[in-house]
């Protein structure tokens, strides 16, 4: 059986038939969806800083972005949900577009200045003068298009395609070509690789996925601000996730979430105070002994981790 | 193919500054399919800088690069790959997280190789790299990395090919080993650049040298008449003085 079948069978396709079946049988709906939420995100920070080393501070721009995006579409031109979902994404990959050239940036630097594009558009939407487009920062109800189930539905199929995308990376001479460019850009070149165009690829991918996550997030809550939607704690927690699974791979990311955003879900509300202090230790730990993420103890065995 | 040719890549006046220091200042020379061309000088003479200005790290900042009558000065690296020139690094640079295979097979998929190319598998077991083709790169001895490297650009099917101190660090045996593989390429038809300090080396291997000095050529000939050449002399002692 060829890898990549191997990879949607046992990995993609069961996590996919847990999270459609779960509502039925797990009443806590809202918690699904963010389940759901922070799959799509950490393996969008995956495809960005797993197959080419960009760590996106700032990722939550592509996911407000597409939030925004969507309620726009809905506001103002009274857009079924699904075609506003589509929109957030292209409203994404637009903003990815125009930040195309912040991966001349390097290392932290990428990282801060992608923080800053975040926090700009933010607050070019939060802008009061643009109430009569975006309501400001008085934030949006969008009472029309509500529907938790269609929309946790709609995620769903983002998660698929999200998955699809990291299959075919982990599979594919372009995802290996990708990686080449990250572990060193020039001798990638002298492979004949053409650098700019797989990062320009891998970046808008990426943008994509996040901003039909903050589509999708926006159809299902109906009612947010600005601040809601582009919170750092959603770049923070998906590039977390990401890292403690292991990047580059299809089931780290998956691993982190489920566990990281498991403990959170479990002590975080009840006991807040323990959480944040087991929360933070876990982080120290995984940075100080398990740099490459849980998946590392295995493929430091030598065992190749899907 | 004989050195004697037409040149497949010549190089003439390049200048190549950093800030106002001149790592190149009018470097002028050839290369024919089939030659074996040597490029020696003291250390910071600028023979690194010239390799990485014809493989496109860097733009020339004056002069010409032309290659197999194609003007390639400034152009990307990847499009000069595709041209067919390519190089190995002084410090090697494999994909360090990459399996040896993985990393070959990056440059076979995008490097332009096709059905003619060597099979990886005899690329591997020719550079003796065969039984280390499932680790990752970040494994293998400093040796075995240049090795990686100079398949890495072989598996793109170069028709130039610039070998920066592909020799240094390998043992006697080693040596005459892959000054064997390197001729055998040139008898292929390859244009071959060494950049080497072991002068035994560069007397075994190549059919031409070129002296450099301060970025300059300040020799081109046999390496035999080199070494009775006051001005070259000179350059190689004061070197060694200042070092
Ligand atoms: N990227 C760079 N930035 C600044 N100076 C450089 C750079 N690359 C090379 N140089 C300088 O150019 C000169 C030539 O270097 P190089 O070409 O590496 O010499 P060689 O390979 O002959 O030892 C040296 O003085 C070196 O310090
Ligand atoms: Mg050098």
New interface residues.
Partial sequence: MPDTVRHYLFIAVPLLVVLAVAPSVYNNHLLLFNFVIFFILAQGVNIIYGFTGYLPFGYVGFFGAGAYGFAIMVMHLNAPAPLAVLVGGAVAVVLGLILTPLLRLSGAYFSIANLAAALAVLHLIANPALEQITKGPYGVALNGTFNPTMAYAGGILILALTLGIVVYLKNS?FG??L??VR??S??????????VRMRTIAWRASALVAGLAGGVFAWYVSVFYPDNVFSADFSIFAIVFALFGGVATISGPLIGVIILYGIYNLIGFTTPQYFQLIYGLLIMALVLFLPAGLVSLATRRGWNVP | MSPDAAPILEVSGVVKRFGGFHALDGLSFHVSPGEILGLVGPNGSGKTTAINVI???YAPDAGSVSFAQTQVGGM???KL??LGI??T?QVP??????TVK??V???R????ATDKSPPMADLLEEYRLADVANRPASDLTNAQQKML?LV??L??QPKLLLLDELAAGLNPTELDWIAGRIKALAQGGLAIIVVEHLMGFIEQITDRVIVMNAGKEIFEGTLAVAVKVPQVIEVFLGGEHAA
């Fill in positions: 001479s290996l070509a990686q080449a572990e060193d020039f001798s990638a070149s002298m492979s004949g690789v053409s650098v | 493989s496109g790290l990307a690296s990847h790959v595709h390519n190089r690094f640079k494999p994909f360090m997280s990459l993985q990393n097979e990056v440059a998929t995008y490097g332009g490297d890495r650009a598996a793109t």
